[in-house]
């Protein structure tokens, strides 16, 4: 899981800001939004440009170098903070895989070069990269002079970890293959004018042809009308076919002209549940309820939460702020640069009974 992410120098983040998720309160409702003693899920609210989608996307740049996954081909525009333009981002990670709790952190420049990189595992450095000069824990990793001369120039900006997990044989549960299974897992998208995402997948899939192609015509119906109350009759497929049908009438009319902005939308989330139930290892929806219903989007959250990895979703949509979903400390908000449960933003105790929503409103947070 990931217990802690810090950025600094990001885009707008002049300064470090901290997401920090190893520190739940012990509340005794809702007990499945927290496992093994970290947030597992969450919603995070702010006020517009106060840094939800770029806390997010800053998240995911780890996916940039040591995955192969579907990258966001603009990411690096405007990475750094423009006060500092000839700086560096510094990235810092904190997760916990199994037993092991492990320490990921590095630096990168304007264009996105990775220059300084760092591993802990418990507390131990497994290997230390700065400018030109290098650590490494020759016992966990023997090498010679030559190979640790060449990791350390490293004039062609390769991960460390990336070289490390294609040049020695590991055991199977090695804190590297997890940390590499995570990361392989995770998934950040949105769907607001474009439809974008970052990490998980390594291809671009045309939604309708994949779910006619996995035999999922009949499940997506259910699941429209599950989560949204629309039924839908879809017409007999065959497996070569690349529309969705609907059946009005006796006549055929393709799925895509008569849904709505709200429905397509769904039909992108149903996509991306399908895959997150198979392998997801982290999932960050940002502003996922843009075209629903708010009663449409309490659905959609139960749905997601009910997933086995870890989900946030930023929004601004207060109806889903409610103690009958989560709880206190799984609704973050982001505000000058801080990012902070709502039982951290007041002197209150809060119980399962407070309106959480109508505090909010009311101002109660602000502290």
């Given at each position: 899981m990931l217990t802690k992410f810090a950025v600094k120098n990001y885009r707008g983040f002049k300064d470090r800001i901290e997401w920090e998720l190893s520190n739940p309160s012990n509340y005794s409702f809702n007990q499945k939004a927290i496992k093994d003693g970290f947030v597992k899920n969450g919603i995070i609210y702010g006020p517009n440009g106060s840094g939800k989608t770029n806390l997010s996307m800053a998240l995911f740049d780890i996916v940039n170098h040591l995955t192969q996954k579907f990258k966001k081909p603009d990411y690096y525009k405007n990475f750094i903070y423009a006060g500092r333009p000839n700086g560096l981002v510094e990235f810092?990670?904190?997760?916990?895989?199994?037993?092991?709790?492990?320490?990921?952190?590095?630096?990168?420049?304007?264009?996105?070069?990775?220059?300084?990189?760092?591993?802990?595992?418990?507390?131990?450095?497994?290997?230390?990269?700065?400018?030109?000069?290098?650590?490494?824990?020759?016992?966990?990793?023997?090498?010679?002079?030559?190979?640790?001369?060449?990791?350390?120039?490293?004039?062609?900006?390769?991960?460390?970890?990336?070289?490390?997990?294609?040049?020695?044989?590991?055991?199977?549960?090695?804190?590297?293959?997890?940390?590499?299974?995570?990361?392989?897992?995770?998934?950040?998208?949105?769907?607001?004018?474009?439809?974008?995402?970052?990490?998980?997948?390594?291809?671009?899939?045309?939604?309708?042809?994949?779910?006619?192609?996995?035999?999922?015509?009949?499940?997506?119906?259910?699941?429209?009308?599950?989560?949204?109350?629309?039924?839908?009759?879809?017409?007999?497929?065959?497996?070569?076919?690349?529309?969705?049908?609907?059946?009005?009438?006796?006549?055929?009319?393709?799925?895509?002209?008569?849904?709505?902005?709200?429905?397509?939308?769904?039909?992108?989330?149903?996509?991306?549940?399908?895959?997150?139930?198979?392998?997801?290892?982290?999932?960050?929806?940002?502003?996922?309820?843009?075209?629903?219903?708010?009663?449409?989007?309490?659905?959609?959250?139960?749905?997601?939460?009910d997933l086995d990895c870890q989900v946030f979703t930023s929004s601004h949509n207060t109806y889903l702020m409610s103690n009958d979903l989560l709880r206190p400390d799984c609704y973050f908000i982001i505000k000058d640069n801080v990012v902070k449960p709502l039982n951290a933003c007041t002197d209150k105790e809060l119980r399962m009974g407070n309106n959480i929503e109508k505090m909010f409103r009311g101002k109660a947070f602000e502290s």
């Open positions: 810092d990670y904190t997760f916990k895989l199994g037993e092991q709790v492990v320490e990921y952190a590095y630096a990168k420049s304007r264009d996105g070069k990775l220059i300084n990189e760092s591993l802990s595992v418990d507390g131990k450095i497994v290997f230390d990269h700065k400018g030109r000069e290098l650590f490494v824990d020759t016992v966990s990793f023997p090498m010679d002079a030559m190979f640790k001369e060449g990791l350390t120039l490293n004039a062609n900006n390769v991960s460390i970890v990336n070289v490390l997990l294609t040049s020695y044989p590991l055991r199977t549960d090695h804190y590297l293959l997890k940390l590499r299974d995570f990361v392989n897992g995770m998934l950040w998208f949105r769907n607001l004018d474009i439809r974008e995402f970052i990490g998980m997948e390594s291809n671009v899939y045309i939604l309708d042809e994949y779910i006619i192609k996995k035999n999922l015509v009949d499940d997506f119906a259910s699941f429209l009308k599950t989560v949204s109350g629309q039924e839908f009759t879809f017409a007999k497929h065959e497996k070569n076919d690349k529309k969705l049908l609907v059946e009005y009438g006796g006549e055929k009319v393709m799925f895509d002209d008569i849904a709505s902005t709200g429905t397509l939308s769904l039909m992108l989330l149903y996509f991306w549940i399908h895959r997150m139930k198979k392998e997801a290892s982290f999932v960050f929806i940002d502003e996922f309820d843009a075209f629903y219903h708010y009663e449409l989007s309490y659905e959609v959250c139960k749905r997601l939460f």
